[in-house]
């Protein structure tokens, strides 16, 4: 049963509800202009073109109160109030309120029927225009929350292949270092066999080794020729 009546509510308060209001008040005051420009066209036209005259001038003349009033962010706020007033004195000719000889008392309903209209005409612009505002306003909004979501999701693609480059860099950078450490032992390693194993001295070639360790101050067998498996052994 709630629902029913949140159904209802989301009609009564929706620009739909508010438009269908306004072609029913439109409607009625077309027809009131319609006889008010009827009455005053002159006589000298004939039945047909004062008939056809009077539906299009009314037509005309109430589509243009309407957009002047559903459009009073652009105009002035007095325009719009004029419109409205407007459209109440046309409604009081329609009924002769006027005409003084009536009654007091049907006089007074005449006026007040005369400002009833012109209430509803500006009260229903008025709302139309805040409404459509509104909605344009919410449509915007879901838009922009599309255009954000679609902003998340490629930034958040962009955050994991950047994040999958990061991990296969860092385990090329894991490997490039085990491979560094490895270069570097292997050139310890090899430097150490260019040292002199007496005076520790650090020479280029095992050329320049083999001659050095041979007159090395350091040498107990110095002069003396080593063999060639002491010289490899020595090397090692």
């Given at each position: 049963m709630n629902q029913f009546f949140k159904h209802i509510g989301n009609a009564i308060t929706s620009v739909s509800a508010i438009i269908f209001?306004?072609?029913?008040?439109?409607?009625?005051?077309?027809?009131?202009?319609?006889?008010?420009?009827?009455?005053?066209?002159?006589?000298?036209?004939?039945?047909?073109?004062?008939?056809?005259?009077?539906w299009v001038l009314s037509i005309a003349f109430e589509s243009t109160l309407l957009l002047v009033t559903a459009n009073?962010?652009?105009?002035?706020?007095?325009?719009?109030?004029?419109?409205?007033?407007?459209?109440?004195?046309?409604?009081?000719?329609?009924?002769?309120?006027?005409?003084?000889?009536?009654?007091?008392?049907?006089?007074?309903?005449?006026?007040?029927?005369?400002?009833?209209?012109?209430?509803?005409?500006?009260?229903?612009?008025?709302?139309?225009?805040?409404?459509?505002?509104?909605?344009?306003?919410?449509?915007n909004l879901v838009e922009k929350m599309n255009e954000l979501k679609t902003e998340y999701i490629s930034q958040n693609n962009e955050l994991t292949k950047t994040k999958s480059d990061l991990e296969k860099s860092k385990s090329d950078f894991d490997q490039l270092f085990s491979y560094t450490e490895e270069l570097e032992s292997f050139k310890a390693k090899e430097l150490e066999k260019l040292k002199c194993p007496y005076c520790h001295g650090q020479y280029e070639t095992i050329f320049k080794l083999t001659s050095h360790k041979g007159v090395c101050s350091?040498?107990?067998?110095?002069?003396m020729k080593q063999s060639v498996f002491e010289e490899v052994q020595s090397s090692r």
């Open positions: 209001v306004l072609i029913l008040t439109i409607s009625g005051l077309i027809t009131c202009t319609h006889s008010l420009f009827y009455q005053v066209l002159p006589f000298s036209m004939g039945d047909t073109e004062r008939e056809l005259a009077s009073n962010a652009i105009l002035s706020k007095k325009i719009s109030v004029v419109t409205a007033i407007a459209s109440g004195i046309i409604v009081l000719f329609f009924i002769q309120a006027f005409d003084f000889n009536q009654p007091p008392i049907i006089l007074m309903q005449k006026i007040f029927i005369g400002l009833i209209i012109s209430s509803i005409n500006y009260t229903f612009t008025e709302l139309f225009h805040v409404r459509w505002e509104q909605a344009n306003a919410q449509k350091l040498n107990p067998r110095k002069g």
